[in-house]
């Protein structure tokens, strides 16, 4: 049984940082790109950023480049993010994804699997 679980998440001031987590079990998790999503209140599901298995690129959203750094620990079967230089509008629900595909994609529609979500939450 696939299963991710995300955690991390917290209330953070401004121009503070954290690094959520996802855990995962119940497949190859060498074997699968793995990504990161959000929803804010109000708001659809967007990309975030992604790992590929085969090749190890990373892809980011404009809104997070240069500030949030995607990795991973196979050994761990783990994926983390990293979340520098945070603003207010970060503030969302954050989602660990999998895809088992060889092609990445920045849409959530060929992702396979899915955590519940960790909050974070950006103070001014």
């Known amino acids: 049984q696939v299963q991710l679980v995300e955690s991390g998440g917290g209330l953070v001031q401004a121009g503070g940082s954290l690094r959520l987590s996802c855990a995962a079990t119940?497949?190859?998790?060498?074997?699968?790109?793995m990504a990161w999503f959000r929803q804010a209140p109000g708001k659809e599901r967007e990309f975030v950023a992604l790992?590929?298995?085969?090749?190890?690129?990373?892809k980011y959203a404009d809104s997070v480049s240069g500030r949030f750094t995607i990795s991973r620990d196979n050994a761990k079967n783990t994926v983390y993010l990293q979340m520098n230089s945070l603003k207010p509008e970060d503030t969302a629900v954050y989602y660990c994804?999998?895809?088992?595909?060889?092609?990445?994609?920045?849409?959530?529609?060929?992702?396979?699997?899915w955590g519940r979500g960790t909050q974070v939450t950006v103070s001014s």
């Open positions: 994804a999998a895809d088992f595909a060889i092609l990445i994609h920045t849409t959530e529609g060929p992702y396979d699997s």
């Open positions: 119940g497949f190859t998790f060498s074997r699968a790109t």
């Open positions: 790992l590929s298995w085969l090749g190890g690129s990373a």
